[in-house]
């Protein structure tokens, strides 16, 4: 069965420093993967998805995330981060199938805070 | 995009009552699904509502503890029977948009705590 793994509950990075949020995944085949964010009060929110292509995806905000299929990862990154970026980032693998869209495994979610 | 609006945003409630979610989109969409998340635990697909049909429930999730009602295209409501202190978590109605930009999309969120 699919599984996502987010080995980092709360990571936290000083404004304008670069930030790596980890993700790790299990699924036999070539998933699709997302990163959602969801900010203080709100539903969660895409940030990017990965079809099977390009490894190295760009989302919103400047957030891009990296898939290695070697690695079983989609790490997402920010060479950057800003105040506004506090949130609480998911990790979710779905398969191939786009019908199955809706049943997405979410991982356990990475608090980050942003301190000045 | 679609904009999903819950009620309430929070609730407290006793052991063995029940209580009712609502969530309503800002547009027409075929498929509602709710979720479940415990405290910083990932989020859990519970059961999958199109209108007109009885939803589909996910393994560990039930017809009798979680009704859910899904009378059109905007609207659907989730209840939680005989509530217990387990079942304090958010739940998540969430909708898809489908096609090339395919997406889901979330409401804010509803967090419930049974004593």
């Known amino acids: 069965a699919q599984s996502v793994t987010q080995p980092d509950a709360r990571v936290t990075v000083s404004e304008g420093a670069s930030l790596q949020l980890r993700c790790k995944y299990s699924?036999?085949?070539?998933?699709?993967l997302f990163w959602y964010v969801q900010y203080p009060r709100q539903g969660l929110q895409l940030l990017l998805k990965?079809?099977?292509?390009?490894?190295v995806v760009q989302g919103v905000n400047g957030f891009e995330a990296e898939f290695s299929k070697s690695n079983s990862s989609f790490h997402l990154r920010k060479a950057s981060v800003h105040w506004s970026d506090w949130a609480v980032y998911f990790c979710?693998?779905?398969?191939?199938?786009?019908?199955?869209?809706?049943?997405?495994?979410f991982g356990q979610g990475t608090s980050l805070s942003v301190v000045p | 995009s679609v904009l999903l609006y819950q009620k309430p945003n929070r609730d407290i409630c006793q052991s063995g009552t029940s209580l009712k979610i609502q969530c309503v989109a800002d547009?027409?969409?075929?498929?509602m699904f709710w979720y479940q998340q415990f405290q910083e635990q990932s989020l859990m697909l519970m059961a999958t509502a199109n209108e007109g049909s009885e939803a589909t429930y996910e393994s560990g999730f039930t017809k009798d503890k979680f009704p859910i009602s899904r009378p059109n295209l905007t609207f659907s409501t989730l209840t939680v029977n005989n509530a217990r202190p387990g079942d304090s978590s958010i739940y998540f109605c969430s909708s898809r948009q489908g096609g090339f930009n395919e997406r889901l999309f979330f409401g804010h969120g509803t967090k419930l705590s049974v004593l």
């Open positions: 990965y079809y099977p292509g390009d490894p």
């Open positions: 547009s027409q969409v075929v498929s």
């Open positions: 979710a693998v779905s398969p191939l199938a786009s019908s199955s869209f809706s049943k997405l495994v």
């Open positions: 699924y036999f085949g070539t998933p699709y």
